[in-house]
């Protein structure tokens, strides 16, 4: 039952005999480390949080870019433009 049907349970149970188990369910919705940096990056410009990612990880501008891209689900071409201040017609 949920927690909630438990305490009301246990809390009519003048005395509990025998093992208790309790099974608590993950989350169904896991964040992983990245998406929670990047939450908090959401607020930077697209060059600053290429700019970010280069200097945590040491990464290249390209490995940063597709970074990026990749957490923010743009295309790898909109964040170079982004970057390199590049119009998309050019």
Do not use: R
């Not at 919705?29 to 949080?49: F, V």
């Amino acid at each position: 039952g949920s927690l909630e049907e438990l305490v009301a349970y246990f809390e009519e149970q003048s005395q509990i005999k025998g093992e208790i188990s309790f099974y608590v369910a993950g989350n169904p919705h896991p964040t992983t480390k990245d998406k929670m940096i990047q939450s908090s990056l959401d607020h930077l410009s697209l060059k600053e949080q290429v700019d970010w990612w280069m200097k945590k990880e040491d990464l290249t501008t390209k490995e940063a870019i597709k970074k990026v891209a990749k957490q923010t689900q743009l295309k790898k071409q909109e964040v170079y433009c982004a970057y390199h201040e590049l119009n998309k017609s050019n």
